[in-house]
């Protein structure tokens, strides 16, 4: 079956744009993650969602930042007036209800100039 | 603030060697541990997790758990030059929390 699917895989944008990075997680995932890994950092998180709805996302660095599920399935990442200290991979990660065990997309390289 | 923290390494052993990756967390009512692989360039992927004290083997794999002394290890028999790379510990909390702390990772190189 399909595996976690990130889109872009890589976007390259000018500072002061804004960006939208897509999930689509494993068909049946009720959890939806999202992480950002800097240069050599290890996972930072984001935000977590049960279905359509966000219990945590103590993790977005700041009001530029913000994201949505809908339908349960597809997510998208919004970053808004993008810096370069945004410059990041982000990665998506689902997992069945119940099940804390993840399963990562292969990521979208942002490189912000 | 709940730490895992991961010796960065980079830990070099011997192809055939067995490799040994310690993991150590603050809190002490966590529950849920698991351990994850990522090469260079790559998206992390679930190797095990552990859920009770002691070991818990799967293939050249071994998990050990110690909630005790608060510390996780994975253990790798017969390693491989495949086997090079970082291995990330993840810990969830006590309460039921649906949110890892990721340790940032431990390099592993199988040298031939």
């Known amino acids: 079956g399909a595996g976690v699917s990130q889109s872009p895989s890589n976007k390259v944008t000018e500072k002061g744009k804004d960006v939208e990075l897509r999930c689509d997680p494993i068909s049946g995932h009720t959890a939806l993650y999202w992480y950002r890994q800097s240069l050599g950092q290890g996972l930072e998180f984001l935000i977590y969602?049960?279905?359509?709805?966000?219990?945590?996302k103590s993790g977005l660095p700041s009001d530029r930042f913000s994201a949505e599920r809908t339908g349960g399935s597809v997510s998208t990442l919004t970053i808004q007036r993008t810096q370069q200290e945004d410059s990041a991979v982000y990665l998506c990660?689902?997992?069945?209800?119940?099940?804390?065990?993840?399963?990562f997309g292969d990521g979208t390289r942002l490189s912000i100039l | 603030q709940k730490e895992v923290e991961q010796n960065s390494g980079p830990l070099s052993v011997p192809e055939g060697a067995i490799a040994s990756l310690n993991c150590t967390y603050s809190d002490r009512g966590s529950q849920s541990f698991f351990w994850y692989r990522q090469y260079s360039g790559k998206s992390p992927e679930l190797i095990m997790s552990?859920?009770?004290?002691g070991d818990k083997e799967d293939g050249r794999f071994t998990a050990q758990l110690n909630k005790a002394s608060q510390y996780v290890s994975l253990l790798i028999r017969d390693s491989q030059p495949s086997d090079s790379a970082t291995y990330l510990c993840a810990v969830y909390a006590s309460g039921g929390s649906y949110i890892p702390t990721f340790g940032r990772g431990t390099s592993l190189i199988v040298h031939p």
């Open positions: 969602f049960q279905g359509n709805s966000a219990p945590d």
């Open positions: 990660a689902s997992s069945f209800q119940g099940d804390r065990a993840q399963h």
């Open positions: 552990i859920y009770s004290n």
